[in-house]
């Protein structure tokens, strides 16, 4: 048996801050916590922390309740960009930091940094494994295997190894051989028509998700035509394929980053 222990990662903090009796996050903070949402595509997260605070004036529970509205704020942009709700386990209003007056000059700007949400991004620990080598298992068919295999109307193959950067159409750069390698069967099996389906993963409501690159909320969509667009630059015929975006209506119930995903359904094979 061989054990494999995981390297550890860092906690990871940020913060947001706000104008006064404001909860809509500025466009140039939303700007900066998109940045930072994108450093966590590579990070296997246990949980994110999500404090909202208000400065010293007001009343308490206008405070309390401004807070709050902040803290939710930030958690909505990271439903709406692939973040896991189920990873977000504190979304607290804390209400009114204290001022502590060290220079009167710098009041107005020790309150400014009072308004503010702080989020705290904990990784999982270290993952120990332990592989039995004595056996392994029977290797799974890849999809340009199953590609060349029988196929009929209504399959479905799903990308497994096509792995989307998170809020991004395009994919990671370990998956653009397997995609390069599911063009080239692609190519070769003239038989098929087919519908190339977009998904995302942890937004609200159904709802698509922002593409932050063209900042539209198409991104399922944009991600089918990534991979359209790819499959008809690589010579596969474009009257043989379509796509379409299906937001985040069909997850699979592990990890959100298979939800990220496209998939083929087979609508036509030639006698």
Sequence with gaps: ?????????????????????????PVTEENRLLLFISTLSDMDIESISIFGFC??????????????????????????????????????????????????????????????????????????????????????????????????????????????????????????????????SLVERKDIYFTIQGHVCCTQFSRDAVDRKTKKRNLSVARAKYVYDYFAKKGVDKKRMKYVGLRRLFPLGGDPKFDRRVEILITYVKE
């Design 55 to 184: 400065d010293d004036r007001g009343a308490s529970d206008y405070n309390l309740k401004l807070s709050q509205q902040r803290a939710d704020a930030i958690k909505a942009i990271f439903a709406n960009n692939e973040i896991s709700e189920s990873l977000i386990t504190n979304v607290d209003g804390k209400g009114e930091v204290l001022l502590k007056i060290v220079d009167e000059k710098d009041v107005l700007k020790i309150r400014g940094l009072n308004r503010k949400v702080e989020i705290i991004v904990k990784p999982k620990p270290p993952k120990v494994e332990v592989i039995a080598e004595e056996k392994k298992p029977d290797k799974k068919k890849d999809v340009p295997e199953i590609i060349k295999g029988d196929l009929k109307v209504g399959d479905k193959i799903v990308f497994e190894n096509i792995l989307f950067k998170t809020g991004y159409s395009t994919v990671m750069p370990e998956s653009k051989k397997t995609l390069e390698e599911i063009a080239k």
């Design 1 to 25: 048996m061989t054990l494999k222990i995981g390297l550890s990662q860092e906690e990871l903090n940020h913060v947001v801050y706000f104008e006064t009796d404001k909860y809509e996050v």
